[in-house]
Nanobody, 124 residues
């Protein structure tokens, strides 16, 4: 069983930055593909970004490409999401997700493990 704990959410003004982190435990971290999803009120959970086992491949939703950067530290069992140039439409609960498959999935069904979520609110 994999446990995921997110941190780093908060309130920020439009144009600001935040860094989310997710700490994983319970399984060899380098055997986990990691992803970030978000869910705004009244909307479905959507893919934001994903990263392969050793960080050689990164993937982004079109809506965040060029503004968000995903990275992982396999020595610390953490994955991070650096979010720059934040917009009010980025407001959502952000979830860390993990899966043992080698490829990065972009749907919620591609991930077996989920964190509890962290709120990101961007004010205009």
């Amino acid at each position: 069983q994999v446990q995921l704990v997110e941190s780093g959410g908060g309130l920020v003004q439009s144009g600001g930055s935040l860094r989310l982190s997710c700490a994983a435990s319970g399984r060899t971290f380098t055997s986990l593909t990691m992803g970030w999803f978000r869910q705004a009120p009244g909307k479905e959970r959507e893919f934001v970004s994903g990263i392969t086992w050793y960080g050689t491949g990164t993937y982004y939703a079109d809506s965040v490409k060029g503004r968000f950067t995903i990275s992982r530290d396999n020595a610390k069992n953490t994955v991070s999401l650096r979010m720059n140039s934040l917009k009010p439409e980025d407001t959502a609960v952000y979830y860390c997700a993990a899966d043992g498959r080698r490829v990065v999935g972009t749907t919620t069904s591609a991930y077996d493990y989920w964190g509890q979520g962290t709120q990101v609110t961007v004010s205009s």
